[in-house]
């Protein structure tokens, strides 16, 4: 097998197999759902778990199956950021491991149902999954059951028991117990030599750590808005898949044995009189449940079926959300198949099906402009980001207070207003918000800075940079704006490696390539290959000695001093290899 093979699918299962050689201490039974976190890693520290899921990160990226995907990202994205937020307000995820883990999903393009949490608050999410769920809820059961096993340090506290092994005897250890999922055989052979004996004899505690992942994750449904339910659903989606002979396309049943008993404390938890549908089975439900699945590289024939359900006789008896799943499916399967005029005809169904619902209009205009996109039409791109609606910002918090500062932790230079709330967040918002010219507000929105615009954003940067040169005069001000809603973007989220590579292919467009080797230098650091970004910036110190500009000599600056925090990050990456 492929070396690929063994970094993805490491990487893959590796929270989850974790729980399945972690030794915890009994549980006793609840009645209420609000549980303790139970103990620390009593070796592994919190920085030393985030430096190890900082490297497993490194490989995910690396991999060709990694998806960057602007549009199913922001959906994902959304539903973790909202559980996180219920894990703080009920104390399940302390100040300590919100500031020093990641937090970062990362979408693996696989059609296997699988997601995993990993060391230092990684979360995997394969499309698959996304592809098979049928509502926000049930995605976030899986969300909230991965979120607890970071949040319960269950990885710590594995590895704390393997304390006595070897570097070379964990690595065996994970490679092997995480190529399960796609070959049994393969991962016998690797366990051979890595305490193999050890690791199966505390395969019976997984239980007790699937218990507890399944009950503070239950918690954290209704303060995020979503229904406990959803956790039900999912079961007796994994239950009937368990039953059936596993062809492999399930490998989380395989991580996460499904137990009656689990099942039945599930049931059992659901509020007097709840109703057990999920509460949200909507249109963008159904839009993202059909993008991932075309994501997940379908062989052509598939695409085929896919395309002629929107002919078939019971398409009519299905439900409004349910036919905008399947236009959404139909039109991204005909571009697929090369059917450009067939997919723009489809998308012309998806706007009527989705007429007087804001938030999947929004998802057929990014969809339009995705489909343009892929066909290298970019003024059709930007034209259909221009028809978006932008979406309204929360409102001020009483007693917030507003100052303008410079962006110095990124070096870069335009300005930022931060809010500061009387709950003590933080806001940042680009101070030339209110200055935006109409036709400028309608491609990249009036307050980009939030997270629910990035989407918008990416797609503009990428028809942007397929813009000829002869052609970005007609589109100067979106241009200048995409600019300067990406550099706010990413100061909010200075990880987010999406929005700086995006960053970078803008700036190139405005002739400004000492900044865009900064900005894909960045990109490289925020995905953990500092390797690749010290390349970046040498080439960029290169570039500003050969330069006659001197406005470059602040840039210049900046990169002399990235280069030197890169090259210590890269030299300590090395020495744990």
Same mark, same amino acid.
């Given at each position: ?361 929004? %998802?057929? =205009?990014? *969809? @339009?402009?995705?489909? +343009? ?10 034209? #259909?980001? $221009? ?122 467009? %405005?002739? =400004?390539? *000492? @900044?865009?080797?900064? +900005? ?10 500092? #390797?690749? $970004? ?44």
């Amino acid at each position: 097998m492929n070396t690929w093979f063994f970094k993805r699918t490491a990487c893959a299962l590796l929270a989850a197999q974790m729980a399945a050689v972690a030794t915890l201490a009994p549980l006793q039974a609840r009645a209420d759902t609000s549980l303790p976190a139970m103990g620390e890693g009593a070796e592994m520290t919190t920085s030393e778990e985030r430096r190890l899921g900082d490297d497993i990160a490194r490989e995910i990226y690396r991999d060709p199956q990694f998806l960057d995907d602007a549009i199913l990202y922001e959906y994902v994205n959304g539903i973790w950021q909202e559980l996180m937020l219920a894990a703080r307000q009920r104390g399940t995820l302390t100040s300590e491991l919100q500031e020093r883990f990641a937090w970062q999903v990362m979408l693996i393009q696989d059609a296997t149902v699988n997601a995993f949490a990993l060391p230092g608050g990684f979360m995997g999410v394969q499309t698959g999954l996304v592809g098979v769920v049928g509502s926000r809820d049930e995605l976030a059961s899986v969300l909230a059951h991965e979120m607890s096993h970071i949040t319960q340090r269950h990885i710590a506290r594995m590895l704390a028991r393997q304390s006595r092994m070897t570097p070379v005897m964990i690595a065996g250890m994970i490679l092997g117990a995480l190529a399960a999922s796609k070959n049994p055989a393969a991962a016998q052979a690797l366990m051979v030599g890595s305490s193999a004996a050890a690791i199966q004899s505390q395969l019976n505690f997984s239980r007790d750590m699937e218990r507890e992942a399944d009950r503070t994750g239950m918690s954290l449904m209704p303060p995020a808005g979503y229904s406990q339910a959803g956790f039900v659903s999912m079961f007796e989606k994994l239950q009937q898949a368990n039953r059936m002979n596993d062809n492999g396309s399930w490998p989380y049943l395989r991580t996460h044995p499904l137990t009656t008993e689990r099942i039945a404390d599930m049931q059992s938890r659901l509020p007097a009189g709840a109703a057990r549908k999920p509460q949200d089975t909507g249109m963008v439900a159904q839009m993202m449940s059909a993008r991932a699945r075309l994501l997940s590289k379908p062989e052509p024939q598939v695409l085929h079926q896919w395309v002629q359900l929107t002919t078939a006789a019971d398409f009519a008896n299905r439900s409004l959300d349910q036919q905008a799943g399947v236009w959404y499916l139909a039109a991204m399967s005909h571009n697929q198949l090369g059917r450009h005029a067939e997919a723009l005809a489809a998308l012309d169904q998806l706007d009527a099906t989705v007429q007087a619902h804001p938030d999947a209009m929004r %998802q057929a =205009q990014l *969809l @339009r402009a995705d489909v +343009a996109l892929r066909n290298r039409q970019p003024q059709d791109a930007l034209a #259909a980001l $221009a028809k978006i609606q932008p979406l309204k910002p929360p409102a001020s918090k009483t007693g917030s207070t507003s100052v303008t500062v410079s962006n110095a932790m990124t070096g870069l230079v335009n300005e930022a207003v931060i809010t500061q709330g009387s709950d003590k967040s933080l806001s940042i918002q680009d101070s030339s918000r209110d200055v935006l010219l109409p036709e400028v507000k309608a491609v990249v929105g009036d307050d980009a800075g939030q997270s629910s615009d990035r989407p918008d954003l990416v797609l503009a940067a990428q028809a942007l940079a397929q813009l000829p040169a002869t052609g970005l005069t007609a589109y100067d001000g979106v241009l200048r704006q995409t600019s300067s809603r990406l550099q706010t973007l990413v100061v909010q989220w200075p990880k987010d490696a999406g929005a700086w590579l995006a960053l970078s292919w803008v700036l190139r467009q %405005q002739n =400004q390539p *000492l @900044r865009s080797i900064r +900005a894909e230098a960045e990109s490289r650091a925020a995905q953990y290959d500092y #390797a690749a $970004a010290v390349d970046r910036l040498r080439a960029g110190q290169d570039m500003a000695r050969n330069s006659p500009n001197r406005n470059d000599y602040y840039e210049a600056s900046i990169i002399d001093t990235r280069l030197r925090e890169m090259q210590s990050l890269a030299k300590e990456q090395a020495a744990r290899k």
